[in-house]
């Protein structure tokens, strides 16, 4: 008597899920390579597979099959193409070691999925802050002076240059400039400017009586009288001739013990003159200016100016 014994396969129930696609199959299959083959499961080689391909199947296994995503990524103008099993952007960056700036920019959130041939654009950013020193140049001024020969200048004050702090702030991407501006710009130190006199006083030439330079001045008060006896009969107490010479010396009455007779000034607004005449009421700084006509002596009036000593 023969026993014929008769081995059936048994059915088994397992998942299969490929790329995020799951279905049940119920297969004879023993191994997984068997159920591949009868499912008819083409494998690129890139494959991330949970199990291996000849261990034998068991009812209810769940077979995970991922195929690698191709990505590409440009890291500051670097290309690189990548197979990558990440879910996410922030897996992938991970997995491939890219960490980034706090300013860096990249196209999509770390939390983004990933999926075939997305491109991944990451800009590298860098601000910068730059303090500089700047000069301020100062500034000369010119004052005019009466205590100075017009052929004089003197320098009242020395100038100073200020100084400015400007600080700029630049933004590379990827190590080129794409912005540049001054973010603060202040005064630190003021500049001091100079002080510059130039003088005004004419200066004596030979038609006047000879070269010469104004030396001491004295603050006087003027009064004005004019030729009583008429224009070039009237005589001072010198003995010279009344005259009032605008382009040349105009004699003036003055108290001796101040202006000895002889003496040669300037008064400001009246010109050159030379003390020459007298009176009792021409006492300590006082100057009586000599004129042709009446009218010229009532308009001058009375006066206080400048006389300078020419010497």
């Known amino acids: 008597m023969c026993l014929i014994t008769f081995v059936t396969a048994l059915n088994k129930e397992v998942s299969l899920n490929i790329d995020g696609n799951n279905k049940r199959i119920q297969t004879k299959a023993r191994t997984l390579g068997e159920l591949i083959k009868s499912e008819k499961v083409v494998l690129k080689g890139n494959e991330n597979i949970n199990i291996s391909l000849n261990k ?4 209810n296994d769940n077979i995970e099959i991922n195929s690698a995503c191709n990505v590409v990524i440009n890291v500051a103008g670097e290309i690189k193409n990548i197979e990558t099993f990440a879910d996410t952007i922030g897996e992938l960056l991970i997995a491939e070691k890219i960490t980034l700036g706090q300013e860096d920019v990249i196209n999509f959130s770390k939390e983004t999925k990933i999926s075939p041939g997305m491109n991944i654009d990451i800009q590298r950013v860098e601000t910068k802050y730059e303090t500089q020193i700047a000069s301020i140049d100062f500034e000369t001024v010119v004052e005019k002076s009466n205590e100075l020969t017009s052929d004089r200048k003197k320098v009242r004050q ?14 590379l991407v990827n190590g080129n400039q794409v912005l540049s501006e001054v973010t603060e710009d ?20 030979a038609s006047r009586g000879g070269e010469g330079h104004f030396g001491r001045r004295i603050a006087v008060k003027t009064t004005a009288y004019y030729a009583l006896n008429g224009v070039g009969k009237t005589y001072t107490a010198s003995g010279r001739k009344a005259v009032r010479d605008p382009n040349g010396y105009s004699t003036v009455a003055v108290d001796p013990t101040v202006f000895p007779f002889g003496t040669k000034m300037f008064i400001e607004g009246y010109g050159y003159a030379v003390a020459a005449d007298k009176g009792s009421a021409i006492k300590g700084n006082i100057i009586d200016v000599f004129f042709d006509t ?13 006389a300078s000593v020419v010497e």
């Open 158 to 171: 020395e100038g100073e240059n200020g100084e400015r702090q400007i600080t700029t702030k630049t933004v």
């Open 56 to 59: 034998l199947l068991k009812n």
């Open 294 to 306: 009446y009218q010229e002596a009532v308009r001058w009036g009375a006066r206080y100016v400048n």
């Open 186 to 205: 202040k005064i630190t130190k003021k500049p001091r400017k100079k002080v510059v006199l130039e003088g005004i006083r004419p200066i004596i030439t």
